[in-house]
């Protein structure tokens, strides 16, 4: 199968499964894993911040991270795209009691800071209060420019709001723009970052930031259903990728640069954006079901619809974007 869905389809290699294997453990509630212990020191100092807790998803790592900085009744400003929003299924208001204030992205995937301003509620009775800025990066791929990055987060800061990144693919900005992962981090209160995509690890997120925040955190991870107990297990395939599956994020990116290069030579198809691993292409509404027919009888996944994302990730190869290109062709030639 050549499974261009999401890049969260990887299968753990042989040398992350035998680390997994391998890993000294403990009770993770007690403190006692010396795998977790590691992982969240390494991200921590990574990030160059205080402290890192490990947990299993990103969706449960941006809620305890919100929930950590937002108390009932507070309000967090996010973009209307943005994953914390839109795809975990609410949680900040329905587990968190934390009231969304969404804004439009722009088509960078910014959200203006003029937009950002005139949300920002004043101390009244009447309004929620407004505590955070959530950022995501990359955001449909895209890496947020470095110059937003940091006139939001300065911004926010003047305005007395705490900042939370979403950086679940950070990894991706990391190979794309050669900055480090303190630079990338460096303006935020706490950052998020997932293993299980692009990175291969099964299972795994980290959220950094202070000790203060990182302690609050680890309480809602508990909560949460998130406090596991031997999960060196697990954290020893994230220190895996650490290790050996980052800088392999530049091939990710190379495919995609050359499916979405293939893509754009059929006329039927738009190339609406390519940035990192991902393609997003505009196919006619008319061609999305017996295209997503043709495919998979190729033995191509793809998530059809008329904005098409397609992700690349470390099990494919350059032969296999070859074919995912040369069966999108024989689709419009056959039509
Ligand atoms: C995948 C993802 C998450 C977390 O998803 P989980 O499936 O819960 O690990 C969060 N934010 C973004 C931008 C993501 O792509």
């Known amino acids: 199968m050549i499974d261009l869905r999401s890049d969260t389809v990887t299968q753990p290699t042989a040398g992350m499964r035998k680390a997994m294997m391998e890993a000294p453990v403990g009770d993770d509630v007690f403190g006692d894993d010396p795998t977790v212990n590691r992982l969240q020191a390494i991200s921590a100092e990574r990030a160059g911040k205080e402290a890192g807790l490990f947990l299993p998803t990103g969706t449960q790592s941006n809620l305890a991270g919100l929930m950590a900085h937002c108390e009932r009744g507070d309000e967090y400003i996010v973009g209307q795209n943005a994953h914390t929003y839109k795809y975990e299924g609410g949680g900040a208001a329905v587990l968190g009691s934390i009231q969304p204030q969404p804004l439009a992205n722009a088509a960078d995937g910014t959200i203006p800071l003029d937009l950002v301003a005139a949300a920002i509620k004043p101390d009244d009775t009447h309004f929620a209060k407004t505590r955070l800025l959530a950022l995501e990066n990359t955001i449909g791929g895209k890496v947020l420019p470095a110059s937003y990055v940091a006139e939001a987060t300065s911004f926010a800061k003047s305005k007395g ?175």
């Open 161 to 335: 709001l705490a900042t939370h990144l979403d950086g679940a693919r950070i990894w991706n900005v990391i190979v794309a723009s050669n900055a480090s992962l303190a630079d990338l981090c460096g303006g935020f209160d706490t950052v998020s970052m997932c293993f299980s995509k692009g990175m291969g690890a099964p299972v795994g997120s980290v959220l950094v930031g202070s000790k203060e925040l990182i302690k609050r955190a680890a309480r809602w991870r508990k909560t949460l259903g998130g406090g596991m107990r031997q999960a060196g297990v697990l954290a020893a395939a994230c220190l895996y990728a650490l290790d050996h599956h980052l800088t392999r994020l530049r091939t990710d990116h190379e495919n995609a640069e050359k499916l979405a290069k293939g893509l754009g030579e059929i006329p039927a198809l738009k190339i609406t954006s390519q940035s990192t691993n991902m393609v997003f292409v505009a196919v006619p509404e008319k061609d999305c079901a017996p295209l997503a027919t043709f495919l998979k009888e190729r033995g191509i996944l793809t998530l059809m619809s008329p904005n098409l994302r397609l992700v690349t990730h470390g099990d494919l190869s350059a032969e296999d974007i070859d074919a995912a290109i040369a069966a999108f062709k024989a689709f419009y030639v056959a039509k």
